[in-house]
């Protein structure tokens, strides 16, 4: 299959949110990366802009009734950048995990330029 996109990792956040989940969860998360590579056109249950943000948008990762998500961002269009990830356990997105999450973004931005 064909990228459209690319998708890197900022750091170490991504892949120690990773190493904690099951190979089941792993996979899944793969799978949704995977979307998110190759379609043109990602739906939004697989990846959403979070609202009231700047460019953040959260990967949506569901196996059973457990969900999981991923922050990330595009740099140049083409290029996503994978920030941080946790299990949500709350219909709302806990604000400190956004904060994290917006506070990498802007490291990243700090350092590239």
Not at 9 to 23: I, R
Request: glycine share 4%; proline share 2%.
């Amino acid at each position: 299959m064909e990228k459209v996109r690319e998708i890197v990792a900022y750091k170490n956040y991504f892949e120690e949110f990773l190493n904690q989940q099951t190979k089941k969860v792993q996979d899944k998360i793969y799978k949704i990366l995977e979307a998110i590579e190759t379609l043109e056109h990602v739906p939004k249950n697989y990846l959403e802009h979070l609202t009231g943000t700047e460019g953040l948008y959260e990967a949506k990762i569901k196996l059973g009734s457990n969900i999981w998500r991923v922050f990330c961002f595009f740099d140049s269009g083409r290029l996503v950048i994978l920030l941080n990830g946790f299990q949500k356990k709350t219909q709302k997105t806990p604000k400190k995990e956004i904060d994290k999450a917006i506070k990498l973004k802007n490291q990243y931005y700090e350092e590239k330029s």
